[in-house]
């Protein structure tokens, strides 16, 4: 927003302009930032959407336009940058508003907050433009429509991802493919709410090429919101699985609301879904140009090879990539972003790398020969499952799980829970520690499905899923001891492993936010030795 002066973004916002910053002539600090090009009026771009601004309460015409807009919006004045538009959002406890002449003062380059609030930031010593809107949530999403509008005018185009699992591992590769040929601007960490994606859209300088958008889905209507505000060129589907099940109630209504970004694209756009996904295939459309990827779909992967590079087609189409991950749900990920970039009209080649979110399976060394795979972040069905792939692929030692509870799953809670105790035994796991009552049935699963088929070992198993098993197990032909324990929490666990673990064991920790498995990681790295990250994902 750099080029829109305090009342064109006022306008843009359906905002009244209480108060504008002061001038260069004024002597005021400008916002940092490249200085505007002298006494010239900067080209406004586009207006946004008829009907979509409205003009009221603007100031008098005789007083000088601002010559530089925000650099970016936040709506925490504490992390805000100098220069940026604070956003002042009435909270449930606090009323972000009320931080508005706390935010100029840190060097904000102005607030959008409510009437009251801006009377009283127009009226504070701090310098900086002061906007007034009875909803600031709603001013700052049709803010971010303008501001999408306006980087279609200048020929940008917006990538809009979604899905279950994957959608912020998704951008990221996305953008780490495109970032030779293109500016290219992806939604920062995870914003990709009703508030965070406007915010990551606005963070878009007026020179990016292509922005990369996350959008999550906390129940029907959301995507559909977050589509209205992105309007993206393209839009991708990661997967549809069971996460927040409880919040939808089944896997139909999950499909049925990722499917709003389907109907939410403008004709001729183009969307990347899964292959063969039969529970998005009523929601297509035949006005979209539709890229499948996966196997038996439009972009997928014919061939990995030992140096770690991959070869992926697209009907007649090769693409030699060297991505710097190896986990299987990664390349599924990097199939749905090469086939983004397919949709965009590029051909992408060579090295891919990324840098993921933090806990997001990264792999350490610590003292002791030992492997952590801090996969912390989160934790629903389809990425456990995905995570003990991982585990199983690439451990160099014991296979040792630490999994805590998969929150939000609803009445299936149960029942999902234990198939993952099953596939941590077909895996081949052989210590696996839970973190909560949910967990424990993965426990007991997992006890039941290693003991076999003719419960031999199951006695060892206690009701709780507490217990010594020893068997073959599903997954191999070599004699296996599977021990299994149950903590309460994640402190117990860890103090737990100090007493399992031993040298060479590679040991995978993952759970739900509200479990705090992070806990674990840390104790680890504290008992340990300092970590050294091992290449992402590589084993
Ligand atoms: N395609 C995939 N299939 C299964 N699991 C995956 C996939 N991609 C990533 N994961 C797992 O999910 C975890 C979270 O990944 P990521 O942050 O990309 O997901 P997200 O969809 O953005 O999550 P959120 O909804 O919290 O924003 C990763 O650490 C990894 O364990
Ligand atoms: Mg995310």
């Not at 008098?60 to 538009?85: F, I, K, N, Y």
């Not at 710097?324 to 790398?353: E, I």
């Not at 105790?421 to 993965?442: D, K, N, Y």
């Amino acid at each position: 927003m750099r080029d829109w002066d305090a009342r064109h973004l006022a306008a843009a916002a359906g905002a009244r302009l209480v108060r504008r910053p002061p001038a260069p002539a004024d002597g005021a600090a400008l916002p940092a930032g490249p200085a505007p090009a002298a006494g010239a009026a900067l080209p406004l771009g586009p207006a946004p959407a008829a009907g979509a601004v409205s003009l009221e309460g603007a100031v008098a015409p005789d007083d000088r336009p601002s010559p530089v807009g925000p650099t970016g919006a936040g709506v925490d004045s504490r992390t805000l940058a100098p220069g940026e538009l604070f956003v002042g959002l009435p909270g449930e406890r606090v009323d972000g508003g009320a931080h508005a002449a706390e935010a100029l003062a840190a060097g904000a380059w102005g607030v959008l907050v409510g009437e009251r609030h801006a009377q009283a930031a127009a009226a504070s010593q701090a310098p900086g433009a002061v906007l007034a809107h009875e909803d600031p949530l709603a001013a700052l999403q049709r803010l971010a429509r303008a501001w999408r509008r306006e980087l279609r005018a200048r020929g940008a185009m917006v990538v809009g991802i979604t899905g279950s699992t994957g959608k912020t591992s998704t951008k990221d590769i996305l953008a780490a493919l495109l970032e030779r040929q293109l500016r290219v601007w992806a939604s920062p960490a995870n914003l990709n709410t009703e508030i965070g994606l406007p915010l990551a859209l606005l963070g878009a300088g007026s020179e990016s090429e292509l922005v990369v958008l996350e959008l999550a889905m906390r129940g029907p209507g959301q995507i559909a919101e977050l589509t209205a505000i992105a309007e993206p060129d393209v839009g991708v589907i990661v997967n549809v699985g069971p996460a927040h099940l409880e919040l939808l109630g089944s896997l139909e209504a999950i499909a049925a609301a990722k499917a709003e970004l389907i109907a939410g694209l403008a004709p001729g756009a183009s969307l990347v879904v899964p292959a063969g996904e039969r529970l998005l295939e009523r929601h297509l459309r035949e006005q979209l140009r539709t890229i499948t990827f996966g196997e038996g779909g439009d972009v997928r992967l014919l061939q990995r090879r030992a140096d770690g590079s991959v070869l992926i087609a697209h009907g007649t189409q090769r693409m030699a990539l060297t991505p710097s991950f190896s986990q299987a749900h990664n390349l599924r990920n990097l199939l749905a972003a090469v086939a983004a970039a397919r949709a965009l009209g590029y051909t992408p080649r060579g090295p891919v790398q990324v840098r993921f979110g933090a806990m997001r399976g990264q792999r350490e060394r610590l003292a002791g020969e030992l492997t952590l795979i801090d996969d912390c972040y989160n934790a629903n069905p389809m990425s456990m499952r995905a995570a003990l792939d991982e585990l199983a692929r690439s451990a160099h030692g014991r296979r040792v799980a630490v999994l805590g509870d998969m929150l939000e799953l609803g009445a299936q809670a149960r029942e999902l829970h234990r198939e993952i105790g099953v596939h941590a035994a077909e895996r081949g796991v052989q210590l696996l520690v839970t973190v909560g009552p949910l967990a424990a049935q993965v426990g007991s699963a997992f006890a039941a499905a290693a003991a076999g088929p003719d419960g031999a070992g199951a006695a060892a198993a206690g009701s709780d899923g507490t217990g010594i098993v020893a068997g073959a197990g599903a997954a191999g032909a070599r004699a296996a001891v599977r021990e299994t324990r149950a903590a309460a929490d994640a402190d117990e666990a860890a103090e737990l492993l100090e007493e399992l673990l031993r040298e060479g064991d590679t040991v995978l920790v993952k759970g739900s936010r509200g479990m705090r498995m992070e806990r674990v990681s840390e104790r680890l790295r504290a008992r340990h030795g300092g970590a050294s990250a091992l290449a992402a994902g590589r084993s």
